[in-house]
């Protein structure tokens, strides 16, 4: 366990918490309007590994070379010259801090923003120390300050669980929601490994087994990686704890990660002989993928309700479209593998970014 504490005085700033993976959808603009929830659970931190917030500077202005060394292969909108490191909490894990509200955003919205950086103060000493976020259409969150706070031991981190607990343990969390909206979380998880996917396809079709990873990945698969003949099809299988082994003719291997540490599943591939690409998927989506129930389709009948039927029980959730990948995580994911150099890959980042 830790907790956060000011750079500048040592106060406390945080509940004690401990390290989970960090979100697909930490950064995802959801909708238009749309209030969001808490993005992490209570006691939780995670840490992006990437730059984030302002400063941002457009594509186009930055000098050659410049996109690249950073880490961007493919052009995007913007990159952030934020630092890196920023630590993410629920907002009830916040302690001694305090709103600062002429820092709340004139851009914002229904609440606040965070996009003129840090607009939480510490209680002590006055320094900015983190920014609240809260608007319509994202996640409420605070953001830690990299260069103002420190982490601080409070006693013994908790053991990553194991595969195999996390096989008797895990939940099967519906990506329908009562209105037949798909979840949000799916649609950027999806949309990251989706990048990764298409990347290690080499530009050629990949072939999804049958039922939920069909439902999910094929058809935005097919849009974006055309079948034709000299181009046979990549064998895409699930792999992971609860399953035998894939199979020799395995090209892809779609496997959870670890949803503390963030680590692929493994092992896969040992002994000799050719071995496959993993794709890693955030661990809530694959268990239901591989364990989830399928939903059956109403069926029509006839005659009288038997007299112990519950009329009053509610349908079951039922998506009203097709399931669509977050196409801003599939874009920014994508272009930032080396991989984007490749011809063929920037023509399909351009194709799904005209489409999107």
């Not at 908790?158 to 895990?170: D, N």
Request: proline fraction near 12%; aromatic fraction near 8%; include cysteine.
């Amino acid at each position: 366990m830790f907790v956060f504490v000011c750079a500048g005085c040592d106060a406390e700033l945080t509940a004690p918490l401990h390290q989970v993976e960090f979100p697909d959808h930490a950064h995802q603009v959801y909708g238009n309007g749309v209030s969001m929830p808490v993005l992490m659970d209570e006691s939780t931190f995670a840490v992006d590994p990437l730059p984030s917030g302002p400063p941002w500077r457009r594509w186009e202005d930055l000098p050659e070379g410049e996109a690249e060394a950073r880490g961007w292969y493919a052009p995007v909108w913007g990159i952030s010259y934020g630092p890196p490191g920023a630590v993410l909490i629920a907002p009830g894990d916040a302690w001694g801090t305090v709103l600062v509200p002429e820092r709340r955003g004139e851009g914002a919205c229904c609440g606040i923003d965070g996009r003129d950086g840090p607009n939480m103060a510490c209680l002590t000493c006055g320094a900015l120390v983190a920014t609240r976020i809260d608007d319509c259409s994202l996640w409420q969150a605070v953001w830690l300050d990299p260069g103002a706070v420190r982490r601080v031991a409070a006693g013994s981190p908790p053991e990553p669980f194991t595969w195999e607990t996390l096989l008797a343990e895990h939940e099967i969390v519906s990506p329908v929601d009562e209105l037949g909206r798909w979840s949000p979380v799916w649609e950027a998880a999806v949309g990251v490994t989706l990048a990764r996917l298409v990347a290690a396809s080499g530009g050629r079709p990949v072939d999804v087994p049958e039922g939920r990873a069909a439902e999910v990945f094929r058809r935005t698969l097919d849009g974006l990686l055309p079948r034709a003949p000299e181009a046979p099809a990549k064998r895409m299988v699930l792999a992971g704890p609860g399953l035998p082994a894939p199979g020799a003719s395995a090209d892809l291997l779609l496997v959870p990660r670890h949803p503390q540490t963030g680590e692929a599943w493994g092992p896969v591939g040992e002994g000799a002989g050719r071995r496959p690409d993993v794709v890693s998927l955030a661990a809530v989506v694959w268990w239901w993928l591989v364990f989830g129930e399928p939903t059956p389709l109403p069926e029509p009948t006839s005659g009288r309700l038997a007299r112990d039927v519950l009329r009053e029980e509610p349908l079951l959730p039922w998506p009203r479209q097709d399931f669509r990948p977050c196409g801003v995580a599939f874009i920014r994911t994508l272009a930032r593998l080396p991989e984007a150099r490749a011809p063929w890959l920037r023509g399909v980042l351009d194709g799904y970014r005209g489409r999107f």
